[in-house]
């Protein structure tokens, strides 16, 4: 097993020496991922599948790696993660920008509090990681900082998803009760953190007999799929030939229908991930593009397109979020007609148009797609979309609210938008003059965990620069029933 590893960071390692630097800036990237352990299950191939996922994606990135870095199930121990960060990121410099991917087991408190810690296991150590001790290892590194966290729970690192704030535990298992405390983000608007899933979510897993990395999660596929590890970087909704983390964050919004992904950033809307410059990984469809994910009852048709690398049957999936949750069991199969009645697709770009069946003018709610390739008897899966409908005259109000005052750098300012029906949200800060300084949501898609949609604001402007003290007006616009709807709440920002 400790030979497979180190073959594997060996092969990485050669492939990012061998990468050139970009003139003006370059990217470093250390993925890590932890499978065995001693409390908790382990985690098995699933989280070296995620590394293969990612890591072959990041090596095809344009502009090329100076660094990629892989630890495989080697970093038992918070020093060992310090060192890590240390030998792959330390000689970044303030134009650079270094990723921390990490994958591991997020494990609630058993002390009814609401918190959740990170393990870090090597088979042999298991060590409880907080979330001020995760943000403290990359702190010193120079440039943007982006920390990628697949983990079970992982918005409680950032205080997202959880009903009360709080903090992971500060390096110890809980079997003691404690207060919770508020949340403990990093301070530094360089440091930038995704989440694959809410404070309240599972990362959910899939198996896949026909890759050779066996189980991976929806989260790190997707991710990898947005920078292109298949061909086009899915997530470039503008299609300017690169992606930054706001757009992959919108696009993970819809892109991973099972769990909530979570996103913590002064400035997303700068911060350019690498993408990949041509196909590293094949599969037999690739090239998703979907219409608009916001369905009417009047007209619950999904427009998509994508290609076929091959000849292949394909079979969607559609699965229902019924009381609280996806109901997997009872998932409506069928299988594309093909391309002349046979069922088979020949190679090159295809067109579809999915029609929801048995909607009626009052039904209102969330759908996961999923699309597989057919391929000598083995399933692949090869999209996801998260789906919304809304009743064509629905008559639910649209509210917004929070708290009075907020003072930056002491947290972040919960935001409370309530809907009643799914519905795509775009939010802004306006200053005394009417003036926005700040865009938090542009046709963000509600998810379906609730009617209710919770947003953060830490206070910045676009820029990343804290406002000055005054009265802002947060307000929310959204589309229902036909109309477009407004709502705005006020708060006062400064000590």
């Known amino acids: 097993m400790r030979r497979i590893r180190f073959l594997l960071m060996a092969l990485f390692t050669v492939l990012a020496l061998l990468l050139p630097s970009c003139a003006l800036a370059s990217t470093r990237a250390l993925l890590i991922a932890c499978s065995e352990f001693s409390s908790q299950p382990d985690l098995g191939t699933a989280s070296s599948g995620n590394l293969h996922l990612i890591g072959s994606a990041l090596i095809g990135a344009n502009p090329r790696l100076a660094v990629l870095s892989i630890e495989d199930g080697t970093i038992g121990t918070r020093e060992a993660l310090a060192d890590a960060v240390t030998d792959a990121l330390g000689e970044a410099d303030e134009n650079d920008l270094s990723i921390l991917y990490l994958c591991t087991h997020g494990v609630l408190s058993s002390s009814d509090d609401g918190q959740v810690y990170l393990l870090l296991g090597d088979g042999e ?86 890759l050779t990395t066996g189980a991976l999660s929806y989260f790190a596929s997707a991710f990898a799929t947005g920078l292109g590890l298949y061909g086009s970087a ?99 199969t069928f299988l594309d007609e093909g391309d002349d009645g046979s069922g088979l697709l020949a190679p090159g770009r295809k067109t579809r148009s999915l029609t929801l069946p048995q909607i009626s003018p009052e039904d209102s709610g969330y759908l996961m797609l999923q699309v597989f390739s057919v391929t000598d008897g083995s399933l692949v899966l090869c999209s996801e979309r998260l789906i919304a409908v809304q009743p064509a005259d629905s008559s639910a109000a649209l509210s917004i609210s929070c708290r009075d005052s907020f003072v930056p750098g002491l947290g972040e300012l919960p935001i409370r938008v309530d809907t009643g029906v799914p519905v795509e949200l775009t939010i802004s800060v306006l200053d005394e003059s009417g003036v926005p300084v700040r865009r938090l949501a542009a046709g963000l898609l509600t998810r379906p965990t609730s009617d209710l949609s919770h947003l953060y604001w830490d206070g910045r402007d676009d820029s990343g620069s804290i406002v000055p003290s005054g009265r802002y007006t947060i307000s929310v616009e959204a589309r229902i029933g036909g109309a477009r709807r407004k709502a705005s709440c006020e708060v006062v920002i400064g000590a």
């Open 125 to 210: 150590t298991e060590t409880p990681l907080s979330a001020q001790e995760l943000f403290a290892v990359v702190s010193g590194i120079q440039g943007e900082k982006l920390v990628i966290v697949d983990a079970c729970y992982s918005g409680a690192l950032i205080g997202r998803g959880i009903p009360a704030p709080s903090i992971l535990l500060p390096g110890e298992i809980a079997e003691k009760r404690r207060p919770a405390a508020p949340v403990a983000l990093p301070g530094d608007p360089s440091i930038h953190v995704l989440t694959s899933a809410d404070g309240t979510e599972s990362s959910w897993y899939y198996d896949s007999e026909h």
């Open 234 to 332: 899915e997530a470039d909704a503008n299609g300017d030939g690169s992606v930054s983390l706001a757009e992959m964050q919108r696009y993970l919004n819809v892109a991973v229908p099972s769990s909530s992904s979570q996103l913590l950033s002064a400035q997303a809307d700068s911060v350019l991930l690498p993408t990949a410059s041509s196909p590293m990984l094949s599969r037999p469809l690739t090239g998703f593009s979907y219409g608009s994910s916001l369905l009417l009852t009047d007209d619950p048709t999904l427009e998509f397109s994508f290609t076929a690398a091959q000849k292949t049957a394909v079979q969607y999936r559609l699965i229902d979020y019924d009381n609280g949750s996806w109901n997997w069991e009872e998932a409506q």
